[in-house]
């Protein structure tokens, strides 16, 4: 997504954008990942989480400031276009 807004290429989101997502970083997720690892029982169940959910257009709208504010431009948001969801998603 960040390349394709970068190089001035279609921004994909499926549906209408309002699937949510719980976004977290991947070394979070890592040491987490560990930590269940090391310290986790066998066949127990972990939620990993950051209580940071957001809805994809908002993550793809986000992306497309950053963009424009660190190139000094804007219109980087018309870029976006709403593409049809995956079957069974």
Known sequence: MILNAIEGKPLPVYGKGANVRD?????????????AF????????????ARAERDNLSVV????????G???????????????DRPGH
């Open 23 to 35: 976004w977290l970083f991947v070394e979070d997720h890592v040491a987490a990942l560990v930590a």
């Open 38 to 49: 090391e310290r986790g029982r066998p066949g127990a169940t972990y939620l990993i989480g």
């Open 61 to 68: 709208r986000s992306i497309c400031d950053l963009v424009d």
């Open 70 to 84: 660190y190139r000094g431009t804007s219109g980087t948001r018309d870029l976006i276009t709403f593409v049809a």
